[in-house]
């Protein structure tokens, strides 16, 4: 890598007069960024102890199972969590299969196309689509066909698809672009079809990553707000079907219960934050868990 | 290989046309899938289009508020660049100085702990940032809000009078400030730990201090990283919805003053107040200014995604 207009001027002598002045600044400077550091991990854990400490006191069984239905300022948040799954779920269902199959386009087939080159642009460009505008998209598409006043949550889920298949792509590139060419060449010396030897030996040797990466991508959804307001809605009993009705996820429940409390405001704040301790909890596990898949199942390559 | 197999042998030549077709099959789908991700993108554009075209065509009375669609979405506009500016000029500085620590000065067994700790901060729903904002930073600032108010009344920025809930355009942006930081840092950690070895060690070679070589070799080698990472934060910053939804006391005026109970919405916090109980030609104005907002972050995104691309090439 040369770097020719950007070399630094290394001959030009270092500027800041003697030497104790210099050792100085540098310790200075070094003071500076490791405060900084500090600095910048203080809200992680300030937020943490909060969400922990307020959020404990609602987490009870009757959160977990109840839902608010027929109870004025109480119940719980179990359609929430079923809603949480079922939204999550069919999200991943959408993304996964769209999202492995571009990737495998982009490292298998793309070659040196254009189609590779705008996809590889355009996939970073998705990431940074914002999530309320992914919401407003979703909320077009079946407004055209079925009115303005649909709320479904297969909405929420083609909402979320537009944020998570970017997301499956880029994990899913990298370990696929990771896997050695030399398997791929031994398939083929073998007489194997190139398709046959993507599903049977380069999936397979990247499976970890790609179950990684799947998992960091559900972590990045699962407490999305914003896009689901505008098209699941708001309800308070159980919906499974995702063809059918409202669903609400955590992330909204514990919105809605911030917004429009009940007589009892603290109580409400209170499931808000039950509801934002869970939803940390889940994005917690399936980061750590994630990383632990990848060590402990990755396929060694030598 | 066992004996009876290689008596038997494969039939290499019967597998010729079915190999041809399920590779044909193969390869449409992965294509399918990718012009599926570059169709998607232009149908996020082509629907928000046609769902606000309604709220062009309409004549301002028929528009909330009474106002045409430009005065409706101007002030959200502005709201939405001051918020984010006030975030990334927050943002930048730390996220530059968090990279060079884990980087080049965080000793190398804890580097990986770090590294996971700065990207729990991306992690963490917007939601639980909301709240966080409102119940915990927002109080918590109410005594600074007041101290700049004294002490710093006469710049436009803090002309108060303070809020005494912490609901202000100050604390908004601190809470976008904490959310877009590990975007940032990640994209000039990525860079920074690039810079050419041989320029590091000729620095430090010439005698120069550990300040001095990361000066004169890891910035100016990671000087675009340092821009991109700030255009990708600040396209985050723009569109993020909840923290600012909850977090943000509006009433739609347009005003510099940061630390006062009445600020202006952002387009994307205007949306998620009011879509919910938006009807009719309500909704079709809020879509339009979604249209607006994508283009905004399309455009800071596509800037930002170039810089980095042709960073690679080089």
Redesign the interface.
Known sequence: ?H?QA?T????AA?T?GSLWR??L??QA??A???L??V???I??F??LY??VS?GLPGLDWEFLTGTPRGIVGGGGAAHAIVGTVVITGVTTIISV???I??A???T???GKSR??R??T??????T???????G??A???F??FLG??IRLGLMGSVALS?LM??IV?RSSEEVLKIVPNHLREASYAL?T????T??KVVLPTAFAGLVTGVMIAV??I?????PL??TT??VDSINTNPFEGRMQNL?VY??SE?RTPGVMKQAS?DR??AA?LT??AI??IL?VVARLVYRRYRTEIK | MEPSQATGAPPLAAAGPQRRWGDRVFSNLAVAAGVTILGLLAGVALFLLVESLPAVGASPDQLPGGKSLVDYIAPLAFGTALAATIAVVIAVPLAVAVALFISHIAPRRIVLVLGFLVDLLAAIPSIVYGLWGIFVLGPAAVPVLEWLERKFGFIIFFKGPASATGRTMLVAGLVLAVMILPIVSAVCREVFSQTPRKLQEGALALGATRWEMIRMTVLPFGRSSIISGSMLGLGRALGETMAVTIILSVSGIVTFNLISQANPSTIAANIALDFPESSGLAVNTLIASGLVLFAITLVTNLVARAIISRQNIQ
């Open positions: 890598m770097a950007d630094p001027p290394l001959l270092p800041g210099r050792k600044l540098n400077m070094t500076l960024i490791v900084a550091f600095i910048a991990l809200p992680l300030s937020l909060q969400v307020r299969p769209v999202g199959m571009a495998i386009y982009l298998e087939y793309g189609l590779r705008w996809l642009f355009f996939v970073d460009v998705m940074g689509i914002p999530s309320i505008v992914a407003l998209f909320f077009a598409l407004a055209i303005p006043g537009v298949t970017p792509i007489g079809p190139k398709w046959r993507i599903v972590a990045r699962v407490g999305e707000t914003a307001l505008v809605g708001i992330a514990a919105y911030y704040y808000a934050w934002a939803l940390i994005v917690m980061n």
